[in-house]
């Protein structure tokens, strides 16, 4: 899953990455959310070239000619030489978390990623104590991470970005007060 999320608390569309040698992987799964964004490649797993499609696809149109920053892992795929570029393109500057810090350096990390599995669990609990099938598939838990991902408060996600620039804080989480 690619989650991305504003300091703001606004989320741009999640996107997944299956498992698939051709589009029809994907095609044949029609309960997929039309906003949720799918990718496929033989291993399942992040590459250069879905890096770019992700940041076409999902970062330009957020950024609509602003710049802007994404803060990313160390994983070898998110730095290779046509993602730099792209970013450079369209005035995105990427902001690398050192190795071993992403717990404490990645907003995510350290507010969203635990209430969005909860709510995927939850979620999970009731498809099965409701009678639907003991196995999982592909399609029900994407459709299951698309609607934990909406259910978590924004107000939860800007803790994290406030946590990590304390100076903005304030400005990041006042927001937030009005609507408690």
């Not at 992700?54 to 993602?83: C, E, F, M, Q």
């Not at 609607?147 to 107000?155: E, F, G, N, T, W």
Request: aromatic share 8%.
């Amino acid at each position: 899953l690619l989650p991305t999320i504003t300091a703001s608390g606004e989320r741009l569309p999640l996107a997944w990455i299956a498992k698939g040698k051709t589009q029809k992987s994907i095609d044949k799964m029609f309960n997929i959310p039309n906003n949720v964004f799918s990718y496929f490649v033989p291993h399942g797993r992040m590459t250069g070239d879905i890096m770019l499609r992700y940041i076409y696809d999902i970062i330009r149109p957020h950024l609509n000619g602003r710049s802007g920053a994404l803060l990313l892992d160390a994983y070898r795929a998110h730095w290779t030489s046509k993602v730099l570029e792209a970013a450079r393109k369209i005035k995105l500057e990427l902001i690398p978390i050192p190795k071993g810090f992403t717990s404490v350096c990645q907003p995510l990390d350290m507010t969203f990623n635990a209430p969005f599995k909860l709510i995927r669990q939850k979620l999970w609990n009731e498809e099965r104590s409701g009678g639907i099938e003991h196995t999982d598939n592909i399609e029900r838990t994407v459709m299951r991470a698309a609607k934990a991902y909406d259910a978590v408060p924004s107000c939860v996600i800007s803790k994290g970005f406030a946590s990590i620039c304390p100076p903005l804080a304030d400005g990041i989480m006042k927001r937030h007060v009005s609507s408690k």
